[in-house]
Antibody, heavy 115, light 108 residues
Framework: QVQLVQSGAEMKKPGDSVKVSCKAS????????FTWMRQAPGQGFEWVGW????????RYAENFQDRVTMTSDASTNTVYMELRSLRPGDTAVYYC????????WGQGTLVTVSS | DIILTQSPGTLSLSPGEGATLSCRAS???????LNWFQKKPGQAPRLLVH???RRATGTPERFSGSGSGTDFTLTISSLEPEDSAVYYC?????????FGPGTKVEIK
């Protein structure tokens, strides 16, 4: 069955970078795009960006344009989201999801940014 | 970008009652590619309805979606205790994919 498994929780300091992974299984990895979203404590969802493993196309939300990079590795069926210059407001649970059907989601990765 | 607003912010209802959740888009959602998610604390979002009115696999029949263009509705016909959650609408016409702010459903 389709599964998306994300890397574990991260504690970071302001100014650090974080790289969250999302490993896919149960289907042909390259065929479907991924979206990354985040949910800050007590808040709604914020779209971070999108990556298509097939052509390595990416599109990032304007708010993150200069701080985020999304990559994919077909050899390990994994997509990555790196967020740089972290600030306390980046504290959130980050989710990957397969954005063809929105039926498949990772379990979420809590990133905490605190001095 | 398409901005989604949801109403009401919170619903507090008893088991067996019906719930009507509204989602309004700032412009027409092409192809009615409007999804509804259920979100419980500590869990990933669960897709309930896609393309405005099609139940996702495993979605109980008490959940139904309707609407088109800019106005969409999620109806829960008879609330169960496990329906306590926040419900989000989301448009997936194309990136950016935007979510509404959510409606919290509380079961008395």
């Amino acid at each position: 069955q389709v599964q998306l498994v994300q890397s574990g929780a991260e504690m970071k300091k302001p100014g650090d970078s974080v790289k969250v992974s999302c490993k896919a299984s149960g289907y042909t990895f390259r065929n479907y795009a991924f979206t990354w979203m985040r949910q800050a404590p007590g808040q709604g969802f914020e779209w971070v960006g999108w990556i298509s493993p097939l052509h390595e196309n990416t599109r990032y939300a304007e708010n993150f344009q200069d701080r985020v990079t999304m990559t994919s590795d077909a050899s390990t069926n994994t997509v990555y989201m790196e967020l740089r210059s972290l600030r306390p407001g980046d504290t959130a649970v980050y989710y990957c999801a397969r954005s063809d059907s929105w039926e498949y989601w990772g379990q979420g990765t809590l990133v905490t940014v605190s001095s | 970008d398409i901005i989604l607003t949801q109403s009401p912010g919170t619903l507090s209802l008893s088991p067996g009652e019906g719930a009507t959740l509204s989602c309004r888009a700032s412009k027409s959602v092409g192809g009615n590619i409007l999804n509804w998610f259920q979100k419980k604390p500590g869990q990933a979002p669960r897709l309930l309805v896609h393309h405005a009115s099609r139940r996702a696999t495993g979605t109980p029949e008490r959940f139904s979606g309707s609407g088109s263009g800019t106005d969409f509705t999620l109806t829960i016909s008879s609330l169960e205790p496990e329906d306590s959650a926040v419900y989000y609408c989301q448009q997936s016409v194309g990136p950016p994919f935007t979510f509404g702010p959510g409606t919290k459903v509380e079961i008395k």
